[in-house]
């Protein structure tokens, strides 16, 4: 909407317990009164400015896609205004009157109307598969069944908040190294492409042979003016059928494992997955989802198809009546230290913090790895683009370094 604001408010709910958080509004009237119709008692509401490099970029074409962002604010909101007496129809009311994300909140209209028709929140919430993730509508459903709902909201947006940073992590470590590499490729390419030539028209006027390096920077350049194009459009439809089966089971049998090999990603890959698959099953059995569906659903949320298929071989052991950690144990997928640590869990009857520590501890050693990855990739980016423009101009000048030769 236009002239809307961000607002940070803390307020009192009911029992008397300061709450903070984030509301879209016009002005700061507008959101003591919704806070107040909410029960809430405001203590401070100050609005949220962000300039520069810390403002959020929304290109208009991707600000309909709902992201974790978007369904971690949402949770939370939800758990504040069902803890606070609230009833759930009014609850979504409100949701989909300030979410920002349009689609988002379209899809809250529709789960507002099933509610009031009589349809179980989980229930409507897992009609719409392509915003509301499997694991969401797995812990509402439990919290609907056990009376904790707004905790298991709160499990919910904890548990993408945390996700969400993870990504933030991984992003901010890879964006450097890829905008150094796609500087080198277009650098590379503008060199032989618009400036070879023209070093090219001038080398063929002074006559004699030309140094190995200048020829094949100069067939290169020939070679580059033919397949340029076709690489471009091969690029291009890779990119489209990438972005189309990326997840089927077929390529991601072949593609997942590969990236647990490789040389110096596969560890960070590894440990991205460790960490997904202890948090979101620690998440579900804290809101009291049973194992076996809960193992259901935390494999497909990994990531990583051989997390995936580890999984499912556990589960079937499970079902059989074998500990976790025993078949934990078996796929090298999950290192020794996760195995005795779930098994300690499963002796002393907490599982569920068992793995909260595994995921908090492979959160820091993403972040741990992602540093140490950014600060050894920059410099070796760095040399390899000076060794590769410097060698082409080194190869362009060197028959100009014997151009009394030439010319004689």
Do not use: C
Not at 201 to 227: C, I, N, Q
């Amino acid at each position: 909407m236009a002239g809307t604001k961000t607002f940070q408010y803390a307020v009192r709910d009911r029992g008397g317990k300061l709450v903070k958080g984030r509301i879209e509004a016009t002005t700061t009237a507008a959101v003591a009164n919704r806070l107040r119709t909410m029960g809430l008692a405001p203590v401070a509401i100050t609005e949220v400015t962000t300039t520069g490099l810390r403002r959020e970029v929304r290109l208009p074409a991707l600000g309909e896609r709902v992201g974790l962002k978007d369904i971690a604010v949402m949770a939370r909101q939800m758990a504040t205004m069902v803890s606070s007496g609230l009833s759930l129809i009014r609850t979504l009311s409100i949701l989909a009157e300030q979410t920002q994300n349009k689609t988002l909140a379209r899809v809250l209209g529709r789960v507002r109307h099933d509610v009031e028709n009589g349809q179980a929140l989980s229930v409507s919430l897992g009609a719409h598969k392509d915003v509301f993730p499997p694991l969401m509508v797995n812990i509402v459903r439990a919290g609907e069944t056990g009376g904790f709902l707004d905790d298991a909201l709160l499990s919910v947006a904890a548990n993408y908040e945390s996700e969400v940073r993870l990504r933030s992590t991984i992003k901010a470590a890879m964006t450097y190294p890829v905008m150094v590499f796609g500087m080198a490729v277009l650098a590379v390419v503008g060199m032989l492409v618009f400036i070879v030539p023209v070093f090219q028209d001038m080398f063929a006027g002074m006559g004699g042979t030309l140094p190995l390096p200048t020829r094949v920077l100069v067939e290169l350049s020939h070679v580059m003016r033919y397949a340029g194009p076709v690489l471009l459009v091969a690029g291009l439809v890779g990119a489209w059928w990438w972005g189309k089966h990326r997840y089927d089971a077929r390529v991601r049998s072949v593609v997942d494992p590969l990236k647990l090999r490789l040389p110096v990603f596969g560890t960070l890959f590894k440990k991205v997955a460790i960490a997904r698959f202890s948090r979101n099953f620690g998440t579900m059995m804290g809101a009291g989802v049973p194992i076996l569906q809960a193992l259901d659903i935390v494999g497909e949320t990994s990531g990583n198809w051989a997390v995936e298929r580890a999984v499912v071989r556990i589960k079937e052991s499970v079902r059989n009546g074998h500990p976790l950690a025993g078949p934990l144990g078996e796929h090298p997928v999950f290192p020794p230290m996760v195995v005795q640590m779930i098994a300690v869990g499963e002796d002393a009857g907490a599982l569920e913090t068992m793995l909260g520590k595994i995921a908090e501890f492979y959160d820091q050693e993403v972040q741990s790895t992602t540093e140490q990855l950014t600060s050894l990739i920059e410099p070796l980016m760095i040399a390899v683009l000076g060794v590769v423009i410097g060698g082409m101009i080194v190869a362009l000048y060197l028959p100009i370094f014997d151009i009394f030769t030439l010319i004689e």
